[in-house]
């Protein structure tokens, strides 16, 4: 199946920006979606379709895709974005979904 | 609001079996493909099955295939997963969510999810 690479963490300080990356073979040729998961919450959807932020997401979230990596971008990190972050996109010779392992945000 | 609500967890013997469910509410059910996604204790996301809003055509993990049945009745709102031959490695929080779009067909674009019921496998 199709792997999705993800680091286990990322830190950054609050007002920095974050990136956490999202690796798999020519992943470009793929739509990539990003998932936020707060501790004892449920996923939510941030950006889809590699750049669409969902509704309600602020602009500080951006998403690329080019190559073997996808990226989310956080800019003007806050203490509220602390969770873990998720990659996916569709396995087509699964014939389903698949993610990444996730990386846990932390501000410090 | 639009709302989804699992239930039929529990704690389930090894090998035995568990049917979950998921309700959803203030949307047209039957318009949208379904998804189940768990969550093991400490670990991440997995997929691991869909279903079609008709519910003509299904989709399973390699971990789900052969023992887990998605299936849905538009009628009731209700979407299901009847899990068979329970392994210790199933003990996780199960998720169900809802596709972005109106489609006949699984994109796995999960814009709206439940929180999850817990189902542990343990002798």
């Known amino acids: 199946s199709y792997v999705l690479t993800q680091p286990p963490s990322v830190s950054v300080a609050p007002g920095k920006t974050a990136t956490i990356t999202c690796g798999g073979d020519n992943i470009a040729l793929k739509s990539v979606h990003w998932f936020q998961q707060r501790p004892g919450q449920a996923p939510l959807l941030v950006i889809d379709y590699d750049s669409d932020r969902s509704s309600g997401i602020p602009d500080r979230f951006s998403g690329s895709n080019t190559g073997d990596t996808a990226t989310l971008t956080i800019s003007g990190v806050e203490v509220g974005d602390e969770a873990d972050y998720y990659c996916q996109v569709w396995d087509s010779r699964a014939d389903h979904p698949v993610f990444g392992g996730g990386t846990q945000l932390t501000v410090l | 609001e639009m709302q989804l609500v699992e239930s039929g967890g529990g704690l389930e013997q090894p090998g035995g079996s568990l049917r979950l469910s998921c309700t959803g509410s203030?949307?047209?059910?039957?318009?949208?493909?379904m998804s189940w996604v768990r969550q093991a204790p400490g670990k991440g996301l997995e997929w691991i099955s869909g279903?079609?809003?008709?519910?003509?055509?299904?989709y399973y993990a390699d971990s789900a295939a052969g023992r887990f049945t998605i299936s849905r009745d538009n009628s009731k709102n209700t979407m299901y997963l009847q899990m068979n031959g329970l392994r210790v490695e199933d003990t996780a929080r199960y998720f169900c969510?809802?596709?972005?779009?109106?489609?006949?067909?699984?994109?796995?674009?999960?814009?709206?999810w439940g929180q999850g019921t817990l189902v542990t496998v343990s002798s």
């Open positions: 203030e949307f047209t059910f039957a318009n949208y493909a």
């Open positions: 279903i079609s809003g008709s519910g003509t055509t299904t």
């Open positions: 969510a809802k596709d972005k779009k109106v489609a006949d067909w699984l994109s796995g674009i999960l814009d709206l």
